[in-house]
């Protein structure tokens, strides 16, 4: 049975960052990831415009940039009424990110080149382990992990703070009681790349339907993410055939129908969701979660690969001084909640405005009538969104009153 300082469970962004920035102090941590790197991800694969920063921090964006990742300058957002938003990360409106563009990247590259990172800071790596329950001592703290190995053995890893990394379905999150599952939105998402897809630019596309909105964007190598989400209850009969549930949802928008008529789809539709998860707390006595075991509500903002690096960026010092000063563990971790809400919770609130927007075509509709004659307005909701422009500048009461008004 091995011991450690700190066991960071799913090797992810979220983990990969934590893990990263623990060993940089000389904390001895444990990676556990139960897939073997590279690996793929289903995820709209798009590094908002401030992600950079954290990556350039661990070292690795010139390795990232050497994969050849594509780059984005802004986002077009187009409504079922027609109207089209269009917000450019390059704005004058006060504001500049780390980087001045999106990077938009396949996960099994990411994920590997930032699993690698941690390991090159002092990590260890511990793959096709999966962890199926958490331990806890005789006073109900937790104290480690147990894993299931791939030739079906079980063992145990005990360490004094274990971080939940592993993503929407958290094990961690789950065995300790800290995960909700929201009522709304319950939302499904198909994912697939494409080849030879026409009018794919530098520009993010999200394309907002009656009965979804589907994601594209270049992800570089000749290659297009497609992200289709829709509501739970459309996506009943999906599981039997997602191949057909994201290529008729395609076909049967005509302004999409022309594009992926010559476009080659290159492998099987992938699902997963429903989506909306959340925590009350993100942290029990000798336990943490970051990323999306934190919170996962909708992919629309696509900001999901910032917050779980920016999540474990934030918690390190918190979780470094849990592992180390047991009489101070609890102290710590309640402190990273706190900050965490601090840091997030002005994106939580805009975020749920936006998939509340989404949901309801009435409000798309004029939203997107009213940004289409006010780019100064679409640039800063996208700066929110690429997670350069504080969150405050959309919640103003004076940005809604000028919405209503010009999309009247």
Request: charged fraction near 20%; aromatic fraction near 6%.
């Amino acid at each position: 049975m091995r011991k450690t300082q700190v066991i960071v469970v799913g090797a992810g962004p979220g983990g990969s960052s934590t893990a990263w920035h623990l060993a940089k102090l000389g904390i001895d941590v444990a990676l556990l990831d139960r897939a073997t790197f590279p690996r793929d991800k289903i995820c709209a694969e798009y590094l908002s415009p401030q992600a950079s920063r954290i990556i350039a921090a661990m070292g690795a964006m010139k390795q990232l940039e050497a994969s050849g990742p594509a780059q984005l300058t802004g986002m077009r957002v187009r409504a079922p009424n027609g109207y089209e938003i269009h917000g450019s990360f390059i704005a004058d409106h006060g504001y500049r990110a780390f980087h001045d563009r999106g990077i938009a990247v396949r996960r099994s590259i990411l994920d590997a080149i930032l699993v690698e990172q941690a390991q090159a800071a002092g990590a260890t790596l511990v793959q096709r382990a999966r962890v199926t329950d958490v331990i806890r001592d005789g006073s109900g703290r937790t104290c480690g992990v147990t894993i299931l190995d791939s030739d079906g053995s079980t063992r145990e890893m005990r360490a004094p703070l274990v971080i939940g990394a592993d993503g929407l379905r958290s094990v961690v999150g789950r065995r300790l009681g800290l995960t909700r599952v929201s009522r709304i939105p319950r939302r499904i998402a198909f994912v697939a790349h494409f080849r030879n897809l026409p009018g794919v630019t530098e520009v993010g596309e999200m394309h907002v339907e009656k009965d979804g909105y589907v994601g594209i964007a270049d992800v570089g190598n000749g290659l297009t993410t497609v992200a289709l989400v829709v509501p739970a209850r459309a996506a009943r009969d999906a599981a039997v055939d997602p191949d057909a549930m994201l290529d008729e949802w395609l076909i049967g928008h005509p302004h999409l129908a022309a594009r992926f008529a010559v476009a080659e789809r290159v492998e099987p539709v992938r699902a997963t969701g429903p989506f909306a998860s959340y925590t009350k707390r993100a942290w029990a006595r000798g336990a943490a979660l970051v990323g999306d075991a934190a919170d996962f509500f909708d992919p629309f903002t696509g900001e999901g690969v910032y917050s779980a690096l920016r999540g474990g960026e934030l918690l390190t010092p918190f979780a470094a001084e849990a592992a180390t000063n047991a009489a101070g563990a609890d102290r710590a971790l309640a402190a990273y909640d706190r900050a965490r809400h601090a840091e997030f919770h002005g994106k939580w609130r805009v975020e749920r405005l936006i998939a509340a927007t989404v949901a309801v075509p009435a409000l798309i509709n004029h939203a997107a009538r009213a940004l289409s004659r006010r780019k100064e307005m679409a640039d800063v909701l996208v700066g929110v969104a690429g997670d350069f422009v504080p969150a405050s500048q959309v919640l103003r009461v004076g940005y809604f009153a000028r919405l209503l008004l010009f999309g009247v």
